[in-house]
């Protein structure tokens, strides 16, 4: 089984428009079952007038869907301290980190040629 319970993911929202603004979701997974995941974590949207990333202070627990084409889902190593965990813009790009040795680029350009 690819998601199993305990799993920590990061769930990125497709963006189908250029405009559109990056929306993630960091938690651990509680249930998983045919494609479909409960997974309790916290949002992160961008504030606009600063452009930094901000955590929804309370956890929420939500259904995700692994096939509904409009998200994106990170396994993340299963030892990472989900709380510890930020997103920071960097000149533009998006990391994921804890500090303490783990980061993931999570910046998507796209170019039309």
Known sequence: ????????????????????????????VEEYEAGLALVNGYSWQIELTRGELTRNSNARKKVISLTSGTLIVYKL????????LVLENHQQHIILTDHA?????????SSIA
Request: glycine share 4%; no cysteine; proline share 4%.
């Open 1 to 28: 089984m690819i998601l199993e319970k305990d799993s920590r993911v990061l769930i990125s929202h497709r963006r189908l428009f250029t405009e559109d603004h990056p929306r993630f979701f960091l938690g651990i």
């Open 77 to 84: 190593p299963d030892d990472l301290d989900i709380e510890s």
């Open 101 to 109: 040795g783990f980061e993931m680029d999570l910046t998507y350009r």
